[in-house]
């Protein structure tokens, strides 16, 4: 009798139930999007993703709230009616013309308070200017400037008054504009006579030597009392010395008292 070769049986084996947390086969009937809902949830966040979400979430507010606020401040005008846009316009309109009137008014009164401060300041700069001019000229101020000075030597006493008053107009043609003669300050109204042992300048006698001093160019001043025939000759025919010396400063402090006119007054309003 014979035999076949046949397996030998397995031995049942119970099935032994899934332990709790291990992991499932997957079912082959389980469609791609129930795999993907299952990945997906529950979702698993990290500390680092919970923060970045809060920060988006309080900027996203504030964002919110200001757009909100933006919105409510021009709501009054937004919701007026056309006349009255018309309105305000034409009120925003007039006060800013206002504005530029009085700007325009307030400038045109600061140029003229500036023009009126520079032309009262130049008329009292001008006024101090005449004033300082006619008191040399009147001799009632001091004065100083390049000059010469004019010494005359007359040791026998024949210089008389008219060739010292000769001299005087001699400087004064040449330029003089301001002339003392020994310590007497001489100017348009001056008068000259003869003195005994001395000439008298406008009643005060002075004698010999006779100092001239004289304010002007003294390249005008010399020259004029060398020509030929001048003063100076003239002067040395009466055996006078004459010396004339060059100064980059002659003062002229001998004054005359102002005089008051009697009769005459100003006649400017």
């Not at 316009?89 to 009085?102: A, F, I, V």
């Not at 009262?120 to 004033?131: C, D, G, H, P, Y």
């Not at 040449?174 to 005994?196: H, K, L, P, T, Y």
């Not at 300048?201 to 020259?223: M, N, R, S």
């Amino acid at each position: 009798m014979s035999t076949e070769n046949t397996p030998p049986e397995e031995p049942n084996v119970p099935e032994q139930p899934l332990k709790e947390g291990s992991a499932q086969v997957a079912d082959p009937e389980e469609t791609g999007r129930q795999r993907l809902a299952a990945g997906l949830w529950p979702p698993r966040v990290s500390r680092a993703q919970l923060i970045v979400a809060l920060l988006l979430f309080v900027l996203g507010l504030g964002l919110a709230i200001q757009v909100r606020s933006n919105s409510d401040s021009g709501a009054p005008l937004r919701g007026a009616r056309q006349e009255d846009l018309v309105r305000i316009l034409d009120e925003l309109d007039g006060r800013t013309k206002r504005l530029e009137d009085e700007k325009q008014r307030l400038e045109d009164q600061r140029k003229e308070l500036e023009n009126s401060s520079d032309q009262a300041e130049e008329a009292r700069r001008q006024t101090v200017e005449k004033e300082r001019q006619l008191g040399i000229l009147a001799g009632t101020v001091a004065a100083q400037g390049p000059g010469i000075t004019l010494r005359i030597t007359d040791p026998a006493g024949q210089v008389q008054s008219d060739q010292l008053l000769d001299t005087l107009q001699e400087l004064r043609a040449a330029g003089a504009e301001a002339i003392q003669i020994n310590g007497v300050r001489v100017v348009a109204g001056s008068f000259f006579s003869d003195e005994g042992g001395g000439v008298g300048i406008d009643g005060k006698k002075i004698t010999q030597p006779y100092e001239f001093k004289v304010i002007g160019k003294p390249q005008d001043l010399e020259p004029a009392l060398n020509i030929p025939g001048g003063v100076v000759q003239t002067l040395e025919k009466e055996q006078a010395t004459v010396a004339v010396t060059r100064s980059a400063k002659i003062v002229v402090d001998a004054l005359r008292a102002a005089k008051q006119p009697d009769y005459a007054r100003s006649s400017s309003p």
